[in-house]
């Protein structure tokens, strides 16, 4: 029997001795994620037929040096999710959807803002401020004429045509109101 078919059997023993009782400890140590526990089973024995020097008799118990190995591993494991961003689901994949509609939901929001700002600069002074004062501003009719120094009747009715103004504004630019 050559060197390499004495390993593998050595391996084989050592698999059919000790994965039970290591799979059940790295249960223990992944919080019973079975998943997780068998791929950490699984590279421990890799490592382990990496490295067969470790299993001379006066090293100590094989089983020992297998649960030190599969706990490293996990640590390792821990340590490198927590060193990346989170891993996400199918609702994070749809919040990143969400946060892509919103974003061009901005850039159209910006784009009506401009045209908004384009359609008000061909108002009168006076009617921008009327604007400004009561639809910008959210003040009332007898706040904006204190804040203009103008009568309400006339905030009133400067309002009114204003707004027919900035109407007439967005519907040559396609804008609808």
């Not at 004495?6 to 059940?24: C, M, N, T, V, W």
């Not at 959807?97 to 009168?124: K, P, Q, Y």
Request: glycine share 8%; net charge neutral; aromatic share 6%.
């Amino acid at each position: 029997m050559d060197v390499a078919s004495a390993d593998a059997e050595r391996l084989r023993s050592l698999y059919a001795d000790h994965a039970g009782p290591l799979l059940g400890y790295v249960l223990k140590l992944t919080d019973g994620d079975r998943g997780r526990a068998e791929d950490v089973v699984q590279e421990t024995f890799l490592r382990a037929w990496q490295h067969s020097e470790a299993f001379a008799p006066e090293r100590g118990s094989p089983r020992a040096w297998l649960c030190t190995v599969a706990r490293n591993i996990v640590v390792d494991q821990a340590r490198a999710r927590r060193s990346r961003p989170k891993e996400v689901g199918d609702e994070g994949l749809a919040l990143g959807i969400a946060r892509e509609a919103v974003v061009e939901d901005d850039h159209d929001r910006i784009l009506l803002g401009w045209e908004v700002a384009e359609a008000m600069a061909t108002l009168s002074p006076d009617h921008r401020a009327v604007l400004r004062e009561t639809y910008f501003k959210g003040l009332s009719v007898a706040e904006a004429a204190k804040a203009l120094g103008i009568p309400p009747g006339t905030v009133k009715s400067r309002t009114y045509y204003a707004l027919r103004a900035l109407r007439t504004a967005f519907e040559e630019r396609g804008i609808k109101p």
